[in-house]
């Protein structure tokens, strides 16, 4: 007797169990509709936030790929672009443009030959805010300036010959200009 109620209950708990199965397939199938329209709903949504929504990743630098001559109170005009993710500089202008509001890292190199001088600017829509001496006597020389500013979306960065007799000179390092989006 103990044998066939062990079997019974194993008949009827396998039926209880294939019951269940198929209710939960049952569910299962029935919500996989609604959550493919919710998926598809979503993705669409995605594709449309990274169509309308700016890169927050922005960097921008360029050099020189030959000694320059710039004229007084003129803009260096950059001939290499290195890197320009966000496409924020504009190598015709010479000139960053910052898409977003943000801290920005900005850093100038510039290199000259012996016995000259020259004094660049860097400029942030028509006002000065970072600038740089360089020139030896007895030496080619590189100087550098690196700042940090907040800029708003829409302000310009470049820079600009504001002294000196001096070309720029690629003959020993380079001359760059690198701007770079921190938040």
């Known amino acids: 007797m103990a044998k066939i109620c062990a079997f019974m209950f194993s008949v009827w708990l396998l039926l209880l169990i294939e019951q269940s199965t198929s209710v939960v397939k049952i569910e299962v199938n029935d919500d996989c509709s609604s959550y493919e329209q919710r998926l598809a709903h979503l993705e669409e949504r995605i594709e449309q936030m990274e169509r309308t929504t700016p890169s927050t990743k922005v960097i921008a630098q360029v050099r020189l790929s030959r000694d320059l001559n710039v004229a007084l109170n003129s803009r260096v005009l950059y001939d290499i672009e290195v890197s320009n993710i966000g496409r924020a500089f504009d190598m015709e202008r010479g000139e960053f443009t910052a898409p977003v509001n943000g801290t920005y890292f900005v850093f100038l190199q510039a290199c000259v030959i012996s016995n000259v001088w020259m004094s660049l600017?860097?400029?942030?829509?028509?006002?000065?805010?970072?600038?740089?001496?360089?020139?030896?006597?007895?030496?080619?020389?590189c100087s550098s300036h690196s700042l940090v500013a907040e800029l708003a979306s829409g302000d310009k960065v470049w820079v600009a010959k504001v002294g000196g007799t001096a070309s720029l000179s690629e003959a020993h390092a380079w001359n760059t200009f690198t701007v770079v989006l921190n938040h």
């Open 121 to 141: 600017s860097i400029m942030k829509n028509d006002a000065e805010i970072g600038r740089l001496l360089v020139g030896d006597v007895d030496y080619h020389t």
